[in-house]
């Protein structure tokens, strides 16, 4: 198992060419500490874990590591099929025309959700998909706690946890500083 820098994971959710709408993901406060945990998975590209904490309003820093290589069977139970929530990760446009084009795309899914009965779901996926998201789907968040799928999902990677919890401190420490400013 390779720990390494939270954005490094979300990279490889990105590029893991997995169904965009076949994620799912579970959240909350680190049960000790500063920070949050997110829990993200998909079937066919594995479970993903990520401990963060907002360095301050325009950066976060964290750690993260991928746990495993599927969802199988008994971890499937622990991500929700709808969730409190969605979540979505969104890719830079490459260039000018790039954006020019998912803005374009993104204003007419949202003038034809105006016009028509929706879900959040149906809303999320057309928006999502306008903006060639690589990965998005329902979400259980809790930014107060900690869900109970997530205890169970911390339970069964027990060791992966130990393992980012010393990497994280490690993180928080070096990047924060005692005292007022």
Known sequence: MRVRDWQDIIEDVMDSNADPGGWRAVGG?????IGEDLYVGHPSSGVYQLKTYA???????????????????????????????LFGVQQAPEDEDDAEEKAKNLETVLETHADAPTTPRAMLEDVMDAVDSP???????DQYDRPERMDSLTDTFEEAEELLDKEFEDVVEEDVERGFY
Do not use: H
């Open 135 to 141: 990965a998005y789907g329902p979400m259980e968040f």
């Open 55 to 85: 360095k301050n309003p325009f950066e976060v820093q964290g750690v993260g590591t991928r746990v495993a290589r599927r969802i199988d069977e008994d971890i499937d139970p622990l991500f929700p099929e709808n969730g409190t929530g």
């Open 29 to 33: 406060d680190r049960t000790n500490g």
